[in-house]
C-alpha cells in the first residue's frame, strides 16, 4: 500500500463536496419516491403542481449534484497530481524494485476513501433533517402530504461514488505514473523544450514575471475563476431562492455555494503561493516588498476571480429564468422571476470583500516565507 489512509483523509476537499452532492441528492431522490406514491391522489387541478415539483427535483439533482460530482472529479485528479509530485521519488523507487505501473497506482484506490467518508456523512446528514424537509415541502395545500419512507435503494449514492472515485483514482495515477522510474526518482520532471518569449519592453521585471507565474499553472487559474464561479451562481441564487422557495431552499444553496467558493479558492492560492516559493524568496531577498511580492504573485489572479463571478451571476439568471419563467410559468401563484439586483449588489460587496480578505491572508502568507531555508536548497 503507497497511500495511507491518514494521507488520504488530508484532501477534505472531496470529502466535503462529495457530502454537499450526497447531502442534496437524498433528500430530494427520497421526496421524488414518496411523491410518486401520492399519484394516484392528485386531482385534475393539482396534476400541473405534480407534474412542476417531480421535475424540481429532477432539476436540482441533476443541477447541484452533477456540478458538484464535476468538481469532485477534477479536485481527484489535482490532488492525487500533487500527492504523486510530492512523493515521486517514493514512487519511482517502488518502480525501481520491480513493481509494475498498475500495481504502483492500486494504492491510490485509498483515495476513494475519502469519497466514501464524505458520501456517508451526507447521507447521514439528510436524514438528520429530512422531517423538517418533508415538512417544507408538505407546506400548503397544493399536492396530498406526502408520508416519510426509508428507501434502502438510496444507499447506492454512497457506495456507486466510492467505487467510482476509486477506479477513477486508480486510472489517473497509473496515467502519471507512466513515467520511467529514474525521472520519477529525479522529481518526475520531464525534459522539455522551452519556448523563449522575447520580453516586452514595456513591461516591468515585476509586471513580466506575474504574467510568468500567472500563465504557468493553468488549473489554478481555472480553480479561481470556479470558486467565485461557485460565489456569484450559487449565493446569488440562494438570495433569489428565499423568495421564490423557501428559506431552507435558500440556506441549503448558500451553505453550498459558500463551501464550494472556499474550498476552491483556497485550494488555488494556496497552491500558487506553495508553488511559488523559490519565487517569493528571490524577492524578498532583492529587496521587493510585501506589496510588491503580493501582486506579482496574486495581482492578476483577479482576471479569472471577476470573470468567474460575472459568469456565475449571468448562469443563476439563466437557470432560475427557465425554471420559474418556463417551467413552472403554468403552475398558479408562482411568482414571475425578474433580476433581483438588491441581492445582487449584496453579492457583489460580499464577493469583493471575501476575496480581497482572502488575498490580505494570503499575502500575509508570503510574509512567513522563509528567505534563508529556500535559498539554501
Not at 476537499?13 to 441528492?25: D, K, L, S
Amino acid at each position: 500500500m503507497t497511500v495511507s489512509f491518514k494521507d488520504a483523509l488530508k484532501f477534505i476537499g472531496i470529502i466535503i463536496t462529495v457530502c454537499c452532492a450526497v447531502f442534496v441528492c437524498n433528500l430530494f431522490l427520497n421526496y421524488n419516491i414518496d411523491l410518486n406514491a401520492v399519484a394516484g391522489e392528485i386531482t385534475e387541478n393539482q396534476q400541473i403542481a405534480y407534474t412542476a415539483m417531480k421535475l424540481n427535483n429532477k432539476v436540482v439533482c441533476a443541477v447541484t449534484g452533477g456540478c458538484l460530482a464535476m468538481t469532485s472529479a477534477v479536485l481527484l485528479v489535482f490532488y492525487i497530481g500533487h500527492y504523486i509530485k510530492q512523493h515521486s521519488a517514493r514512487f519511482g523507487i517502488l518502480k525501481a524494485l520491480g513493481y509494475g505501473d498498475f500495481k504502483v497506482a492500486a494504492g491510490c484506490a485509498v483515495f476513494g476513501l475519502c469519497v466514501f467518508v464524505g458520501a456517508a456523512a451526507g447521507y447521514a446528514l439528510s436524514w438528520a433533517i429530512m422531517g423538517r424537509f418533508y415538512a417544507v415541502q408538505n407546506d400548503g395545500d397544493v399536492l396530498p402530504q406526502v408520508a416519510l419512507h426509508y428507501h434502502p435503494v438510496l444507499l447506492l449514492i454512497v457506495i456507486l461514488p466510492t467505487v467510482f472515485y476509486s477506479a477513477l483514482a486508480v486510472l489517473i495515477a497509473y496515467l502519471k505514473l507512466k513515467a520511467p522510474a529514474l525521472m520519477l526518482i529525479k522529481g518526475g520532471k520531464r525534459e522539455r523544450r522551452i519556448k523563449v518569449k522575447q520580453s516586452r519592453s514595456d513591461r516591468s521585471f515585476l509586471t513580466e514575471l506575474a504574467f510568468n507565474v500567472f500563465g504557468a499553472r493553468k488549473m489554478l487559474v481555472f480553480f479561481v475563476g470556479f470558486g467565485c464561479f461557485c460565489f456569484g451562481s450559487m449565493i446569488l441564487m440562494g438570495l433569489s431562492m428565499r423568495k421564490y422557495a423557501s428559506d431552507m431552499m435558500g440556506y441549503m444553496i448558500l451553505v453550498i455555494g459558500l463551501i464550494l467558493a472556499a474550498m476552491s479558492l483556497i485550494l488555488a492560492l494556496s497552491a500558487v503561493v506553495g508553488g511559488n516559493a523559490k519565487t517569493i524568496a528571490m524577492l524578498k531577498a532583492n529587496g521587493y516588498g510585501l506589496k510588491e511580492s503580493g501582486l506579482a504573485v496574486l495581482g492578476l489572479y483577479h482576471i479569472p476571480a471577476v470573470i468567474g463571478f460575472a459568469i456565475g451571476c449571468v448562469y443563476q439568471w439563466g437557470v432560475l429564468n427557465v425554471m420559474i419563467n418556463i417551467v413552472f410559468s403554468s403552475v398558479e401563484g408562482t411568482a414571475h422571476y425578474s433580476f433581483d439586483w438588491k441581492a445582487f449588489a449584496i453579492c457583489l460587496a460580499v464577493f469583493i470583500a471575501s476575496y480581497e480578505a482572502l488575498n490580505l491572508f494570503f499575502v500575509q502568507r508570503i510574509a512567513k516565507t522563509p528567505v534563508k531555508s529556500i535559498m539554501s536548497e
